[in-house]
């Protein structure tokens, strides 16, 4: 079996020396996760 998958990079990766600094990456995803969580706990709640 052959689990190569080179052909799936992504293309918007390409330019890496552009990318924010990793303690910018993490505090937007930070921000991403406690948006998604946020929303999950309203439909939880509405759920109940």
Do not use: G, H, T, V
């Not at 080179?6 to 406690?34: G, V």
């Amino acid at each position: 079996m052959n689990l190569d998958i080179f052909w799936l990079k992504d293309k918007s990766l390409e330019d890496s020396e552009n990318l924010p600094e990793p303690c910018i990456l993490a505090l937007e995803i930070a921000e991403d996760l406690q948006a998604a969580y946020a929303q999950f706990a309203a439909i939880a709640e509405r759920l109940a």
